[in-house]
Structure formats: structure tokens, C-alpha cells
């Protein structure tokens, strides 16, 4: 029995539909800004991934959170062409993830309550602070009737969902299942926090700030996003005769166990998720979590020499599109579909490469027939969790 994505959706900064995502991978077209007093007084202006297009127009929305409402748009494109509804009786379950939850909406309302009157503060600031209320709120959304949970594992939390649902379809456990991720990370709290520990990018170049595989700069691009698949049995999505975009082959996840604030630097459990997920097989190339901040990149870098030999090529998409945190591992598996659709390998934008020569990395777009891509993705306090996804 295989587990088959029959829907997926999109949304990240210049890209409001897989179509667009799709387009911007494949021309190298890059989105990042630079955001004006979003830092401190030594690094005032950062390079990020904002989301500036209309989202969920419809005032049933207003009250939401920003993360609901990207979730909820990306499922809403996920759901096309599928007819879930003429399917009574069927188990639907909703498992996204999040790394901040609705930190943006609490941090803008704390400020506000404190310049003005208690009595402005607004009763959905409960629901900002309940991360649970991203699952809910997708579930209230498609009608789904049966679990609703959101998985709150940092930046493999989307990664961990998609293994989940995998896990309870092959268990038959659920019917169709929701999957996902999403983060809205504008916000100085987080900046602040990741500038303390010199983990952002500081550059005010956009081709320059937060480049994969590269010791040339200082650490990552914060991005905002939503990622959403839906996941049925093959079985059920042949009965149904609805698309099936590609399947969800393999997955594994391990946890470094060293502390919060650490990860293991010796790749050994990135490498052991690379050999579960794979095995003896070659992917057509690894959709790698490399972000630009060097202990997770190096990591990236022992785990793949461990594995491969040099013949399998390897390339990030944070370049373009920065990192999106509890939605990452979500859009790195919607660009491998792409990859698998449209047959080819996106380029790493911006590397110089530096420290990182001998890896096969893709530094321009590869036309190339892909049948299989492992997806790789870290979260803070080390976990790690894999994929294999073919075509």
C-alpha cells in the first residue's frame, strides 16, 4: 500500500498558488526584501520573506490569526479537483505544524494593550496563543471529522506531520489526511532572539543574505509561509480517479538529544534518516534544508558524504525563498513534486559555495528526468526528520 499526495498548495512571499511557485523555481526568480527597522540599532534592516499578496479576502476570516489564514489558503488550493465532499463517511484528519504559532498577532497586541486600555484587548488573543487552533481552524474550514492536531516540532514540525499522516494512512487509522505547516515570522521578537544568537543573515543584498552551503555569510533569511498536501491510500485515490501528484515513499525522523540550544555536529543522525529514507537506492537529487547558517549546513554536508558518492546533486531552495521554519519541510516536498511534474532540479540561488566545494551542488537550473528526491530538514533542539517522495 502506498500513501499518494492528491492535492497540494502554496503560500510564499511572490507566490500565491503552486503554479507561481513552480514558475519561480524554475527562472531562479527571487522574492526577498529588505524589511526597515525590524532589527536593532546595529542591524536595523534585515533581508526577509514577506508575504505581501491578499490573503483570504472573505471578512469571515478577519478575526483569524495570520497563520491560519495562510494555512487555510494553501489547503484551499490543495482541495481543488478533489471532491472530498462526495465521499460521505470518509475519515478526514487535519496535522499541520508550527514553530511560533501566532507569536506575530500576540507580540502587536501586547504592544497595543500596554499604549492604551486593557478593554481594546481583543478576546481572539486566547486563540493566538493556542498553537492548536491552527489544526482546528483548517478542520473547522474543510469539515473535517476526525483528528485535528498541530505539531508545534520547530522547523521539522511540517516535515513531522507529512510522516504522521503517512503513518495513520498506512495504519488505516484515518481516510485522507491534511498535512502541513505554516509560520508567520515578522516579528521582533524572533529577530531579536536569532540576532542575540547570530543565526540571522545581516546582509542588506538580497543575492547575498542567508546563502545556502556558503561560509560567506552569517546565517539565515527569515521567511513567512504555508505549505498544505493532501494524503490519501493509493487505493482510495484510484477509486476516486482523482490526480495522484506523486507519493510519499518513505519517511524517518531521530532526535540529537543533546540540548535545546544544541545539535549534533557530526551529522550521524542526519545520516542515519538519510539511509533509512533511501537505503541502497540513489534519489535523483536531495532537497536539502541548507540554509546559509554553517552548523546546520555542515551538517547537510557530513550527512550527504556519508551517503553518496558525489553522483546524486544536491541543492536548497532558502536561497530564493529564505526559511520558512514550521513550514519548510512542506514546501521542500511541494518544489520535489514540481521537480518530479515538470522534470527538473532547481538551482541553489545565490552560493558561492564557500567551504562547500566538493558537494555536487546545483548552482543552475538542471532540465533533467526526476523520479525520487530526499527532502532533509533539522529543527531547533535537534530534531531531524527525512523523506523520500517519488514520482
Known sequence: MKVAVTGMGVQLPGADSVSRFAEMLAQNICPLQVVRNIGTQKHRDLVMGVID???????FFKRYSRINKLAIAAVKEAFKGIHIENHPGKRISVIFGTSVGGLTE???????????????????????????????????YIKANH?????????????????????????????????????????????????????????????????????????FVVSEGAGALVLEREEDAVRRGVDIYAFIEKGFSNHDNISVFQS???????????????????????NSQALGLEENDRVEAAAYRNCFDGSVPITSIKGLFGHTFGASGVTQAI??????????????YGTDKKSFESLPIVTEKKEKPVSSVAVTTHGFGGSNTGLLITG
Do not use: W
Open 53 to 59: 499578496h491578499e490573503i483570504l479576502s472573505d471578512p
Open 106 to 140: 500576540i507580540e502587536e497586541l501586547v504592544a497595543s494593550a500596554a499604549q492604551q486600555n486593557l478593554r481594546r484587548y481583543p478576546v481572539t488573543g486566547v486563540t493566538h496563543g493556542n498553537i492548536g487552533s491552527l489544526a482546528m481552524g483548517i478542520g473547522s
Open 147 to 219: 483528528l485535528q492536531l498541530t505539531l508545534g516540532n520547530t522547523c521539522t514540525a511540517s516535515t513531522d506531520a507529512i510522516l504522521l499522516g503517512k503513518q495513520l494512512l498506512e495504519s488505516y487509522s484515518t481516510d485522507i489526511c491534511v498535512v502541513g505547516g505554516a509560520d508567520s515570522l515578522i516579528n521582533r521578537t524572533l529577530v531579536y532572539g536569532f540576532l542575540k544568537q547570530r543565526g540571522l543573515a545581516v546582509e542588506e543584498d538580497v543575492r547575498q543574505a542567508g546563502m545556502p552551503f556558503s561560509t560567506s555569510t552569517q546565517g
Open 264 to 286: 549534533d555536529q557530526t551529522g550521524e543522525n542526519m545520516t542515519q534518516v538519510l539511509r533509512e529514507i533511501c537505503g541502497s537506492r540513489l534519489p535523483s537529487y536531495v
Open 335 to 348: 518544489a520535489s513534486m514540481i521537480s518530479i511534474r515538470e522534470g527538473f532540479i532547481p538551482a541553489t
